[in-house]
Structures are given as structure tokens and as C-alpha cells.
């Protein structure tokens, strides 16, 4: 008797694949952000360089309307660039785009000014508490300075930040505390090397995120400091932006033999954390499709994978 043969037939349910538009200001898109999206599992990357606020609007509607409902959360946007004021107007343009509900995630972390920021401020709490503790931010009005300074008074720390402008700084405190009710922000601009050294005598925490290849504060300064429980150093470009702080330094006693005093990191300490957050920021923007990713929500996600 001949055997017979049974067939089946199962409706397979096709999941979408995870689109990711890199729109970048740079006329090359970053290789970096990239790889990054990449290894955070995106199956398709689809990258936009130049980008002008004139295109933005076409971009946006192209990445919503192709898709529906639920189905709408496995696109995103992701804004970089090394101009951050350009990427800055940019992220505004996107969400200014959106419909309502019909809309897709996106995060802004232009030159890493974000993750690099959220890093150094979570780094540092590791070892001091950030409420009511004063921390200096030197090189402050900088796109990555501003935002450590957001994120250390959203913790409620009392903030100096400095800059060689007293004008930069105080827009800048200004800016800042438009954003966040909580510490409190000062601005200063120390004219000579006693007025910079009684500045940084108040500090439990200082942040160097100046320019690259400038040093800020000798290595005797901050070695001076007794107060001092944390320095952080963001320059990846020698010489360093604090004195005796190397680029691999990551919870380093400042002085030698001394575990119980300050501590040090450096631009590749804080990298791993930085890290692990950008790829973790990638791939949360697929979980909905109405995230906002940007300074204070990616510090959060970073003292998520902090305390992992």
C-alpha cells in the first residue's frame, strides 16, 4: 500500500526589517556612527550627508508614510554631524515634521556630543554624590561641555562653568537653566591663575571638555587639590585637557598609592560606557516609534547600562 504523503502549508508572518536614516550635516556621513548602528543590529542603513533643513521635511515624510501603525517603530533617525549647533537645527526640523502619532524615533548625538557627555557625568557619580556636590566644567560652552553641564544640575550639582568668555558662559547658563529647574549654574571666565586655582579649590568634580590638544589645568594644579574627588578628562588629543591624566585612565587614583583619594578618567575610560550606550540608544529607538532621544533621556539609558 502505497504511503501517503501529507503536505502543510503555514502562513509566515514577516517581520519588518529595522531601517535606520543616518542624517548627517558632514558631506560624509560618519563612519563611525555607522559601524556603531551596525553592530546595535539595524538590518538596513540608509545614510544622508549635507543635510539642510530644506530637505528635512522630504526625508521625514518618506521614512513615515511607507509604513503604518505598529509597524511605523522599526524606522528611525538618527542625527550626527561634527557641526552640533547644524545637527541641533536639524533634530528640530525632524520633529517638526512629524503628524501627531504618525511619526518615528529619533536621536541626536552629533560628534557623540551626547553619549560622551552622558559617560563622563555618570562616571563620576560612581564615586561622589552628584546632589549638592560642586563640579567645574572647563571648556563649558561647548556642545559637549554644555551638556555635561545640563546633566551634572539636572542631578542637582552646583555648577560652575567656565570659559574664556564670560558672556559664552553666562548665555550658556542661561540656555541651560531655561531646560533644567533643578542645581544650580554659575557662569565664570578666572582672568588670572589665582582666580583659576580658587575656582577649582570648590570643585568635588571637574570635567575638562575644552578644545583638542590644549591643556586647561597643569598637572600640579589638580594634583593641589584637596577638595578634589573626580577628574575627568574628555581631550582625546594630546596634550592632555587636565594634566597627569592619561587618555586610559579609568577610575585611576590621581595619586600614586593613595585608593582611598580622587580618582581619574580618561577620554577612553569613559569610552566603554559611552559606548555600550550609543549601540543601547540604537536599538531602543526601535522599540516605539515616538522616542526622543536626546540629552537627559540618553543619560538615563546611561545609568541603565552603568548599573547592568
Do not use: W
Not at 541626536?108 to 563620576?124: E, H, K, Q
Not at 578644545?211 to 593641589?224: R, T, W, Y
Request: net charge negative; glycine share 8%.
Amino acid at each position: 500500500m502505497p504511503s501517503k504523503k501529507f503536505s502543510s502549508t503555514a502562513t509566515v508572518a514577516t517581520m519588518s526589517k529595522k531601517i535606520l536614516l543616518q542624517l548627517d550635516v558632514d558631506p560624509h556621513p560618519s563612519s563611525f556612527d555607522a559601524v556603531v548602528a551596525v553592530d546595535a543590529d539595524v538590518d538596513h542603513l540608509l545614510q544622508y550627508g549635507n543635510v539642510e533643513c530644506e530637505a528635512v521635511e522630504s526625508l521625514v515624510h518618506g521614512a513615515m508614510f511607507t509604513r503604518g501603525g505598529d509597524d511605523l517603530k522599526n524606522t528611525a533617525l538618527f542625527i550626527g554631524g561634527n557641526d552640533v549647533v547644524k545637527a541641533e537645527t536639524i533634530f528640530r526640523s525632524v520633529q517638526k515634521a512629524f503628524f501627531g502619532p504618525v511619526r518615528v524615533s529619533v536621536m541626536l548625538d552629533a560628534s557623540g556630543c551626547n553619549t560622551t557627555a552622558a559617560a563622563a557625568v555618570a562616571s563620576a557619580s560612581k564615586h561622589v554624590s552628584l546632589d549638592d556636590c560642586t563640579a567645574v566644567v572647563l571648556g563649558g560652552t561647548g556642545p559637549v561641555g554644555r551638556r555635561v553641564a545640563q546633566m551634572l544640575a539636572r542631578q542637582n550639582a552646583n555648577v560652575l562653568l567656565t570659559s574664556r568668555s564670560l558672556n559664552r558662559a553666562e548665555s550658556a547658563c542661561k540656555e541651560i537653566g531655561e531646560q533644567v529647574s533643578s542645581g544650580n549654574l554659575e557662569a565664570a571666565a578666572p582672568e588670572n591663575q589665582d582666580d583659576f586655582k580658587a575656582l577649582l579649590e570648590q570643585a568635588d568634580v571637574i570635567v575638562a571638555s575644552g578644545a583638542a590638544g590644549v591643556e586647561l589645568a597643569s598637572k600640579e594644579l589638580i594634583h593641589s587639590l584637596s577638595k578634589l574627588r573626580v577628574a575627568i578628562d574628555l581631550n582625546a588629543v594630546p596634550p592632555a585637557g587636565l594634566g597627569g591624566v592619561e587618555a586610559f585612565d579609568k577610575a585611576k587614583p590621581l595619586h600614586e598609592g593613595q585608593d582611598d583619594g580622587p580618582v581619574a578618567y580618561g577620554p577612553i575610560g569613559v569610552g566603554g560606557l559611552k559606548m555600550r550606550t550609543h549601540k543601547a540608544a540604537i536599538a531602543k529607538l526601535f522599540t516605539s516609534n515616538s522616542l526622543v532621544l536626546d540629552a537627559d533621556e540618553i543619560y538615563d539609558l546611561t545609568i541603565e547600562q552603568m548599573n547592568r
